[in-house]
């Protein structure tokens, strides 16, 4: 799907500021936090599920956004997802360091997968879908589920494995044969 | 010596990428991360390959941190002025060749003492290391051989409410806890004895961040924050 003229822009902006960020311009990280918190404080709150530790990483994460923008590559990555998985990698060390912490997650039946359903869905309106979320779908009900629920509400092994109530091998089978067939079809694209 | 990765090891790259992972296994892959380039640079393609599905997440009203970032910023350019590198220049203890190869060194790869049976530094009684990670974190640390004492200052380090925890990595890229050290000033760690033979020239210290309780830990739980090598002098 081609990408509107209104996307390419704004993704175009948001690397020039990046590369601005990258040679040391503190307006231009100001400009990138005004344009993308509310974004990445929804990766941030979306895997802690907790508000206050999401504003901690929140914070962290700009500041690795100050250190790291150097190595953003306009052509290989698209500025806000570069952003979503520096937001998402930091929530998920936290997490995995406060594991007790964590409330349980929403149950996958009802809120959770309407959520990331129609986050998806509204998505493949959007003018960024790209061919992870084709070969997303295309994997089995359970492989998509437990992948979805790793990368969206950062799940562990042993979380999935309480979530979807099935033993903890069936999971880990699950994000494995997931994971090689999302190598295969990507790679097929 | 390019070997290709087991299978188990490509599937823990995907694993550790999409971040699934806890405790041991998270730990191990974490260590791998740091010992071997060919996994680092698998998990890398993986993080790239899931990288556009982060355009799902839906946006929430954010919290007005962009002042506490701003102060952040401002402390580290403070700090500046005490840079790791005028620090061992200053210092007579370093003479201005090795200073420089100091500044270079940003080691990933664990240390090569396959056939060198580990004789700990027998000429030397003073060791040093310069441990820098990104951005400006840098600690600096000298080793008194007689003593078998660790003397580190934590010249910058990123404000966290977790603990700086102080490795060692032996022969095979695995880390060895040295216990917390401060995150602001001076530490002074004694070098538990089997822990001893791992102090060679050439062998990699690292510092990770840490929650304070459980401490030393078996194994860190994140990627380190900071690596370096030891000199003998």
Redesign the interface.
């Known amino acids: 799907m081609p990408e509107s003229r209104g996307a390419v822009l704004r993704r175009d902006e948001l690397s020039d500021l990046l590369a601005s960020v990258a040679a040391g311009d503190?307006r231009a990280?100001?400009s990138v936090?005004d344009r993308t918190?509310?974004?990445?404080?929804?990766?941030c709150?979306?895997i802690t599920r907790d508000?206050s530790a999401a504003?901690?990483i929140?914070?962290?994460v700009?500041?690795?956004v100050?250190?790291?923008a150097e190595r953003f590559e306009r052509d290989?990555?698209?500025p806000?997802?570069?952003l979503?998985?520096i937001a998402?990698?930091t929530a998920?060390?936290w997490v995995?360091?406060?594991?007790a912490a964590r409330p349980l997650p929403f149950d996958p039946d009802t809120a959770h997968d309407s959520?990331?359903m129609s986050?998806?869905e509204a998505?493949s309106e959007?003018d960024?879908?790209?061919?992870?979320?084709d070969c997303?779908e295309a994997l089995p009900p359970n492989q998509q589920k437990a992948?979805r629920l790793?990368?969206?509400d950062?799940?562990?092994?042993?979380e999935?494995a309480h979530i979807l109530k099935v033993p903890l091998g069936t999971t880990k089978s699950w994000?494995?044969r997931g994971?090689?067939q999302?190598?295969g079809c990507?790679q097929n694209d | 010596m390019t070997s290709a990765l087991t299978p188990e090891l490509d599937?823990m790259a995907?694993?550790l990428a999409?971040?699934?992972?806890?405790g041991e296994?998270?730990a191990k892959a974490l260590r791998m991360v740091l010992a071997n380039p060919e996994f680092a640079a698998r998990v890398a393609m993986?993080?790239?390959?899931?990288?556009?599905?982060?355009?799902?997440?839906?946006?929430?009203?954010?919290?007005a941190?962009?002042r506490?970032?701003?102060a952040?910023?401002d402390a580290r350019e403070r700090n500046k002025g005490v840079s790791s590198l005028r620090l061992w220049r200053g210092s007579a203890l370093v003479s201005g060749a090795i200073a420089a190869s100091l500044a270079a060194v940003m080691v990933l790869t664990p240390p090569q003492q396959a056939t060198v049976p580990p004789v700990s530094m027998p000429a030397a009684t003073t060791a040093i290391a310069q441990l820098s990670g990104?951005?400006d974190v840098v600690l600096a640390a000298e080793f008194d051989t007689r003593q078998q004492l660790i003397t580190i200052r934590a010249v910058t380090l990123?404000s966290?409410?977790?603990v700086p925890e102080l490795w060692v990595l032996d022969g095979a890229g695995v880390p060895r806890s040295l216990g917390l050290i401060r995150a602001g000033g001076t530490t002074s760690v004694t070098v538990p004895d089997d822990v001893r033979p791992l102090l060679v020239d050439g062998a990699i210290l690292a510092v990770s961040l840490?929650?304070a309780e459980g401490a030393p830990h078996a194994s860190p739980?994140?990627t380190p924050i900071a690596t370096g090598k030891i000199f003998a002098i």
Not at chain 1, 128 to 133: D, H, K, L, M
Not at chain 2, 52 to 63: D, R, T
Request: aromatic share 10%; hydrophobic share 45%; proline share 3%.
């Open positions: 503190r990280l100001a936090y918190s509310a974004k990445l404080f929804g990766v709150v979306r508000h504003e901690d929140l914070q962290q700009y500041i690795k100050w250190d790291k290989l990555a698209s806000i997802t570069w979503c998985a998402r990698n998920i060390d995995r360091k406060h594991a959520e990331a986050a998806l998505l959007h960024s879908r790209t061919a992870i979320f997303l992948i790793a990368f969206f950062g799940s562990s092994h042993s999935l994000i494995r994971l090689l999302l190598r990507l | 599937a995907g694993e999409l971040g699934v992972l806890e296994a998270r993986w993080q790239q390959r899931l990288e556009p599905l982060g355009s799902a997440f839906s946006e929430v009203s954010p919290p941190v962009w506490a970032i701003e952040e910023l990104e951005g990123p966290s409410k977790l840490e929650t739980s994140s």
